[in-house]
């Protein structure tokens, strides 16, 4: 009698405790962006097409914000919005992937956690119907951060994501433009998501198809760790969009952090450094978290695809400036 006392106090410290610390480690504090590619998207195009764009914008957003609401991880929220957009024709990643010059689709992804810097990506996949998801695996399942081509299939194969046949990824709007033949007007949609958990966790993704008529085996700056994604609980997570040999030259989005760890840079400070005078005029842009919950969407072309959402109650989504 008198153990089985002695046993329900021990039984409901252990509660209290846990839930002191869980309280203690939980804000209720979130912050999420996305972008769906940055480029030349014109303001005379047809109204509908606007309205198609802006609703998976937010469909995207509430995704990722009713993850975070609840209390689920960053790396959750981003990589199920990733996983929408993948799926979303109208954006060049996964389903909608714009064409090689031999008529395939070669997609790249990444993702990485600014908890312990891991990471995880893959390069020049063709039969990977969610990139980021294969990205996410070789970041928990294996002790390697980047896999490319044949390899990368194959271990996608071994560990059991969705398998497509190529031909999924094609879109009749992608195939009028690789018919034009061209590296066409740049209209990106490219697409990426930062976010910060309840618990400080800041995660990036970003996952593409590439540059329109790529020459096979090109690959971009998205699955290039430090270029086209980046995440650090000390600074920032930042995913970017434009002419991926730019981003890899200038490794911006490794560099938004730098700025911030060595130079005190605030998040808008770095970010606009990056783009506004680092990177050329049209390269592209970046979306951008840090470990405050402050966010930044920058670009240097005429629009940039992109929404935020977070815990104060903001929820917006745009096209251009
Ligand atoms: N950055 C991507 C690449 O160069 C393309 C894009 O963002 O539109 O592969």
New binding site residues.
């Given amino acids: 009698m008198k153990q089985n006392f002695l046993y329900s106090i021990i039984i409901l410290f252990i509660v209290i405790f846990t839930i002191t610390i869980d309280a203690q480690n939980k804000s209720n504090k979130y912050t999420i962006v996305i972008h769906g ?3 030349g998207f014109s303001k005379n195009s047809p109204d509908s097409l606007k309205e198609l764009y802006l609703n998976s914008l937010k469909e995207a957003l509430k995704i990722g914000q009713d993850i975070l609401k609840n209390g689920g991880t960053s790396l959750d929220a981003v990589e199920k919005v990733i996983n929408y957009l993948e799926d979303n024709h109208l954006f ?1 990643a996964g389903k909608g992937a714009v064409f090689t010059t031999d008529g395939r689709h070669e997609l ?1 992804a990444s993702i990485m956690n600014g908890k312990d810097l891991s990471n995880g990506a893959v390069a020049g996949v063709t039969i990977i119907k969610n990139p980021i998801s294969l990205a996410r695996l070789v970041m928990e399942k294996t002790n390697n951060v980047l896999f490319a081509g044949r390899g990368a299939d194959e271990l996608g194969i071994k560990l059991g994501v969705e398998i497509v046949p190529n031909s999924y990824f094609h879109t009749d709007e992608q195939y009028l433009d690789f018919l034009k033949g061209s590296v066409k007007k ?1 209209s ?3 697409v990426g998501c930062v976010a910060i958990d309840n618990y400080g966790n800041i995660v990036a993704g970003t996952s ?4 329109n008529y ?1 020459i096979p085996g090109r ?4 699955p290039i760790i430090g270029a ?1 994604n980046y995440a650090d609980n000390n600074t920032c997570g930042v995913s ?6 730019l ?1 890899i030259k200038h490794t911006v989005a490794y560099n938004v952090s730098a700025l911030m760890k060595f130079k005190g840079y605030t998040l808008k400070q770095a970010c606009e450094e990056m783009i506004y005078k680092v990177l050329p005029d049209n390269a ?1 842009g970046i979306i951008a978290v840090d470990k405050d919950g402050n966010y930044e969407m920058v670009f240097n072309t005429t629009a940039m695809f992109r929404g935020v959402a977070n815990s104060n109650g903001v929820f917006e989504v745009a096209i251009w400036k």
């Fill in positions: 590619g940055a480029g060049n790249d740049y990106g949609e490219t593409t198809g590439g540059r790529k690959i971009g700056d998205s086209g970017a969009t434009g002419i991926g040999e981003f592209g």
